[in-house]
């Protein structure tokens, strides 16, 4: 069964092509501890991210998000601080396959920055491809393919290929 998105906005880049590891900083993509790196996720942003944020946010994002070299330190932090989605107008393709292969649900929804503001809460209907607002605006996403839903269903590509038997 795919989880339920229902969480808030934790954070909106509004700029395209976003590098990931600016989520830590440059200097803190070689870190191997995860309570470090929990410490250092989103400092450059808001210093109390990591004392604000929730299990089950969400983070929104602009054009081709997760440009860069695919670097997994940021996303493991936020994933340990309990974000697992992103909703972006568009995303990277290596970072696309990266983080969907570690179970992070990457949902493309055009539309979606004009319509969020930080903490707005977001809710996706899977059988529809929408995610809807506030309770209200109404987003149509672009096709989830079926592989994804599969590995963010499993929570990851080793889950993914023991259920499957690949």
Known sequence: MLP?????VAWKFEEPNYDIDNIIGVENIK????????????????????????????????ENFG????????????????????????????FYKGEVANGVALIEVPGILEAVERWSTVTMDWDRE??????????????????????????????YIREKRL
Do not use: W
């Open 4 to 8: 339920k998105i229902n969480g808030r």
């Open 130 to 159: 929408e995610v809807t607002v506030d309770g209200k605006t109404v987003l149509k996403c672009s096709h989830v393919p079926q592989r994804t839903k599969d590995l963010v269903e499993c929570g990851n590509l080793i889950n």
């Open 31 to 62: 870190l191997s501890d995860i309570e470090q790196m929990k410490k250092v996720c989103m400092t450059d942003y808001d210093p109390d991210f990591i004392s604000v944020v929730q299990d089950g946010d969400v983070l929104v994002g602009a």
């Open 67 to 94: 440009y860069g070299h695919p670097h997994y330190v940021a996303f493991k932090a936020l994933r340990a601080l309990g974000v697992r989605t992103v909703f972006a107008e568009s995303f990277n393709p290596s």
